[in-house]
Structures are given as C-alpha cells and as structure tokens.
C-alpha cells in the first residue's frame, strides 16, 4: 500500500513449518488475527481517499471472515473475485486444485492449459528464464508462449509523488470507477520468447 513515507508491505503470517511440500491449496494461515493490523494501516492511509467509504467496507468485511476459514487460497479467491466485480471484470475464475492435473512446474502448467484447451499463454516477465528452458513443453503441445508487456500508468494519489506497483486497493480508492480503464491503459502487444531471450542476454552482457 501507498503511505507518506513511501511502499509498505501487508504480508499474511503462514503455517509452513514441516510443510513445504504442502499444496498451496492447503496453506493455512498462522495467525487468525492478522487482519487487524491490515485495516488499520489501510484504514490510517486511504481514509482520505475519494473512494474510501465506497470500498472499505466489504473489504474489511472479506478480511475479517479469514479469522473463520484459515485457508490462504479461500481468502485470496474471495478477495480476487471481489476485486474484479468491483473492477467490471467477469473473467470466470478456475482453480487448477479442481482440475484433474499432475505434475510440476511447467508440465503442470501444460496439463492446465491442456485440460482447458487453452491455445496461448501469457506469461510474467519474472518467469522468464525458467519458462525458455522448458519452453518446448508448452509448445509441444500446440500451446503458444508469449510474455506480458506492460507499462505502468500513472494516476492520481493522495500521497505524491506517485510511485507504481503498489496494490490494487490504492488504484480503486483513489480513482473508483476509472481504476479498469487507468489498468488497461498500460498494456503493449506482448513479447515474443525471441523477444525476451534477447533482452536478457542484452542484460547479462551490459
């Protein structure tokens, strides 16, 4: 979240002791109560923003029902789904959990796109240099590769000057009903793995 003083991270405390290997389905979160120091950190710097009153309130409302149900991935799909309704959005959400795959990694990643006949995957930027390794595992099966090319705009906040990559929430209650159209304002055709493995080699050698 966005604050005077510059970035602040809002982390959620996890069990992962003894379970690494554990599904990300079944993380549990560690301490019940961390939603109180959330809101209260949202609520000290966003409390002035134009659409604070219009969204705080069923995101306090999602944050407290974590303190019921201790599973991350029930939060995080409760908190994705309310952000793109409130967005516009109506991208359907699939969990890969629900679906009969196996395997890790990039041969995950193809089971997924496979069970949902998917023909084109967009991928980060970070996952580059692990993805061009296996990139014919993807491929080989007819699912082609690209990389998300995005340039961050920019847009009013209450604390300037601006600085991008905070959260979401800062987006909708600075600009409410705008925040959809400032998002896609930053999109670009997206990169080519032949794109990507040039600027990094470009990286390595400058």
């Not at 809101?39 to 306090?60: D, G, M, S, V, W």
């Not at 296996?134 to 007819?142: G, V």
């Not at 080519?192 to 040039?198: D, G, K, W």
Request: aromatic share 10%; with cysteine.
């Amino acid at each position: 979240i966005k604050t005077p003083s510059g970035l602040l991270w809002l982390t959620v405390p996890v069990a992962f002791r003894g379970k690494l290997s554990q599904r990300i389905a079944d993380v549990e979160i560690r301490e019940p109560q961390f939603w109180r120091n959330h809101l209260r950190a949202i609520q000290l710097n966003y409390c002035r923003t134009p659409f604070f009153e219009k969204y705080f309130p069923r995101f306090e409302e999602l944050l407290r029902s974590a303190e019921s149900n201790l599973r991350l991935a029930e939060l995080n799909v409760a908190l994705l789904s309310w952000l793109m309704r409130s967005l516009g959005l109506e991208t359907p959400l699939i969990r890969s959990s629900e679906l009969a795959v196996d395997g890790k990694r990039t041969e995950l990643l193809a089971e997924i796109c496979s069970s949902l006949d998917a023909d084109i995957y967009i991928s980060p930027l970070g996952s580059a240099e692990y993805l061009l390794h296996d990139l014919a595992t993807l491929t080989d099966r007819d699912v082609e590769v690209c990389f998300q090319h995005y340039e961050h705009p920019v847009y009013q906040q209450i604390f300037p000057p601006f600085q991008s990559h905070a959260s979401v929430l800062d987006l909708l209650f600075n600009q409410g009903d705008k925040a959809l159209d400032i998002i896609r304002r930053g999109r670009r055709i997206p990169f080519t793995p032949q794109e990507v493995s040039a600027r990094m080699s470009e990286e390595v050698h400058s």
